[in-house]
Each structure stands twice: as structure tokens, then as C-alpha cells.
Nanobody, 124 residues
Framework: QVQLVESGGGLVQAGGSLRLSCGAS????????LGWFRQAPGKEREFVAG????????EYADSVKGRFTISRDNAKNTVYLQMNTLKPEDTAVYYC?????????????????WGQGTQVTVSS
């Protein structure tokens, strides 16, 4: 079992920044590709960003490329999502995810473990 706990969400004005963190406990953190998904009201959960086990490979959704950066610190069992130049359309619940497969562009149906989610609200 892997337990994932997100933090860092909140309310921010458009153009602002937030940094999400996701701490993990349980089985070996570095055995998993990690990522972030988000889900806005009335919409399906969508992939935002993914990072490989060693951190050398990353993938992003087109909607966040150039604005968001995913990183991980395996010594601290933590994955981060730095979000800059936030837009109102980034408003959603953001979920941390762990996948024992080999895709870095994660797919929701393949995720092995989910966090509980953290709300990000961007005001215009």
C-alpha cells in the first residue's frame, strides 16, 4: 500500500502561483511513476503532469506546458507541482497519483494509488 497526501492548494488570483506537494508513505516511493490529475466540477478527471521514477522524464498536458513544473524528491518521498501564471480555468481539485507501470503520461484507469485531493481556486 502507498498512502498519498496532498497539500498546498488554496485561493489565488489569476496570474499568481501555487506549489502543491504530495507526501507518500508505505511501499518504496521510487518504484512508482508519479503524477498529478485534476477534476473540475462536471468534468472528467484529466492528466496534468507526470514524472518518471528517477525524475529524468516528465510529461505535461498541453494546457499547462510552460506554466507548470513537476518534480520529485525520492529522499523525502515527495512529489511537487509548481504552478505559475495560473488561470481561472485551472480551478479544480488536484489529485496526486502513483503508477507502477512505465508510462510517464499517466492514464487515470491505470493508476494504482490516489491521494484525497486538494482544491485549487483561481479567481479572475
Amino acid at each position: 500500500q502507498v498512502q498519498l497526501v496532498e497539500s498546498g492548494g488554496g485561493l489565488v488570483q489569476a496570474g499568481g502561483s501555487l506549489r502543491l506537494s504530495c507526501g507518500a508513505s508505505g511501499r518504496t516511493f521510487s518504484n512508482y511513476n508519479l503524477g498529478w490529475f485534476r477534476q473540475a466540477p462536471g468534468k472528467e478527471r484529466e492528466f496534468v503532469a507526470g514524472i518518471s521514477r528517477g525524475g529524468g522524464s516528465t510529461e505535461y498536458a498541453d494546457s499547462v506546458k510552460g506554466r507548470f513544473t513537476i518534480s520529485r524528491d525520492n529522499a523525502k518521498n515527495t512529489v511537487y507541482l509548481q504552478m505559475n501564471t495560473l488561470k481561472p480555468e485551472d480551478t479544480a481539485v488536484y489529485y496526486c497519483a502513483a503508477d507502477r507501470g512505465f508510462r510517464v503520461a499517466l492514464i487515470a484507469r491505470n493508476i494504482d494509488y490516489w491521494g484525497q485531493g486538494t482544491q485549487v481556486t483561481v479567481s479572475s
